[in-house]
């Protein structure tokens, strides 16, 4: 079994910045893709940002030049550092990753629990 563990959301400024964190833990041989998505009210779930491995990043259009992610491989860890809020940034954020489990080597999709951040106006 794997589990994602976010932090680092919460109530900021618009202007401001915030820095997102997420560890996996359990069984894991391999993690290949891992990411951070959103979903703001009566929207649908959307990427804002992912990375491979060695990858280059992907962002989401509307966080380009604002957002960036990164990955510690050794810690099992992705972080997402946001900087020039926005009031339309306010969502609840998920970790994601594609994990290759120690259980049965096969590739599953893991999300964490969601860390909500707010930016006032």
């Known amino acids: 079994q794997v589990q994602l563990v976010e932090s680092g959301g919460g109530l900021v400024q618009a202007g401001g910045s915030l820095r997102l964190s997420c560890l996996a833990s359990?069984?894991?041989?391999?993690?290949?893709?891992m990411g951070w998505y959103r979903q703001a009210p009566v929207k649908q779930r959307e990427l804002v940002a992912a990375?491979?491995?060695?990858?280059?990043?992907n962002y989401a259009e509307s966080v380009k030049g604002r957002f960036t992610i990164s990955r510690d491989n050794a810690k099992n860890a992705v972080y997402l550092q946001m900087n020039s809020l926005k009031p339309e940034d306010t969502a609840v954020y998920y970790c994601?990753?594609?994990?290759?489990?120690?259980?049965?080597?096969?590739?599953?999709?893991?999300w964490g629990q969601g860390t909500l951040v707010t930016v006032s106006s």
């Open positions: 994601n990753a594609g994990v290759v489990t120690t259980e049965t080597y096969r590739y599953h999709e893991v």
């Open positions: 359990g069984r894991i041989a391999s993690i290949n893709t």
């Open positions: 990375i491979a491995t060695f990858g280059r990043p």
